[in-house]
């Protein structure tokens, strides 16, 4: 059997995965990745902690784990263009960029320099080869399926990954854990920015990104109060907008339905299904197909705007300058310039990309190249 190195996170998911590999006789060690850097006085304390639980898993398993900072890739390939998005008035997924650049870019060649023949993590996905092309699956759980995240990669790198956790659910892995005598067989899943965690978002955003304030209108155009920075709300946003609970008689909480970054002005209407919070279509760009190769359009698809979303029918057609236009059988709630699209036929995930716009009447939109 081949080495394969662990990128262990000192969770649950990830020992377990080690485990497995080495149930199955490879040759396992394991990384900690330090991606963030630790000189940062607010930085993630939970660090240490999850550096020790990957150790103690590491001692139990005897298997080697070594410490390797990532920390300016992170920087320039991650944090940055993060930083940049919400300047930008959108709302983007680091969790896929930090896959994409990190965990299967930086620390995939850091393994493969040091003798491996393929990395493992503890997401719940599956690879298989179909015809000379290697696809990416859809974890056998659908409460923990993570191939959304996991999009943006492409055959050199399903070529050298395994998911050893993609067949089973998130209770058989922790009593797993637990019947191994791991420590952190009952941790909890972690949450937040990916390697910066959990932490207050506004004031960690404000300092990288300052703050301007702005009004908030209606649907009308009426003034409803300021906001403290657009960097601050998302689409679909209920809690945090500190204009109250009514402005009429509907009783309806207040939900954030666009953002006009030209003049720094939130756009918010009542209720939690009003019409401007849904849109029959959207614009994607940065479009990536994990074969490699552009499918054939109009394409049929199901495709998820957000994580952990039902499949949502929809068809695919080209635009210039590398993007698509996706037009939904049903109308989508709170389409997040920023976040990824994510395409889907069965169990395989076929790509994505990520959403410049919700759209509604096509007309207004570019004409779709021919396929």
Known sequence: MGRIIVGMSGGVDSSVAALLLKQQGYDVSGVFMKNWDEQDPEGPCQAEIDARDAMAVCDILGIPLDAVSFADEYWDKVFACFLEEYRGGRTPNPDILCNKEIKFRAFLDYALA??????????????????????????????????????ALGQPQLARVCFPLGEYDKGEIRAMAREAGFPNHGKKDSTGICFIGERNFSAFLERYLPAREGEIHDPEGHVLGRHHGLMFHTIG??????????????????????????????????????????????IAQDIHWISGRTPRFPLAAGARIRYRQADQACTVTPLDGGRCLV????????????????????????????????????????????G
């Not at 023949?117 to 996905?125: D, K, L, M, P, V």
């Not at 946003?237 to 953002?259: A, H, M, N, T």
Request: charged share 25%; with cysteine.
């Open 114 to 151: 040091q003798g491996a023949e393929r990395i493992a993590t503890g997401h719940y996905a599956r690879v298989r080869c179909h015809e000379g092309e290697i696809q990416l699956l859809k974890g056998r759980d659908p409460g923990k399926d993570q191939s959304y995240f996991l999009y």
């Open 237 to 282: 946003q209920r809690k945090g907008l500190g204009i109250g609970g009514r402005r009429d008689d509907s009783g309806e909480p207040w939900y954030v339905v666009g953002k006009d970054v030209e003049r720094n002005i939130l756009h918010v209407a009542q209720g939690a299904h009003h019409p401007l919070l849904y849109h029959g279509g959207l």
């Open 327 to 370: 037009r939904f059988q049903d109308r989508q709630r709170a389409i997040a310039p920023g976040q990824s699209i994510v395409f889907y036929q069965g169990d395989v995930c076929l790509g994505g990309g990520i959403i410049a716009s919700a759209i509604d009447d096509t007309a207004s939109t570019p004409e779709a190249a021919s």
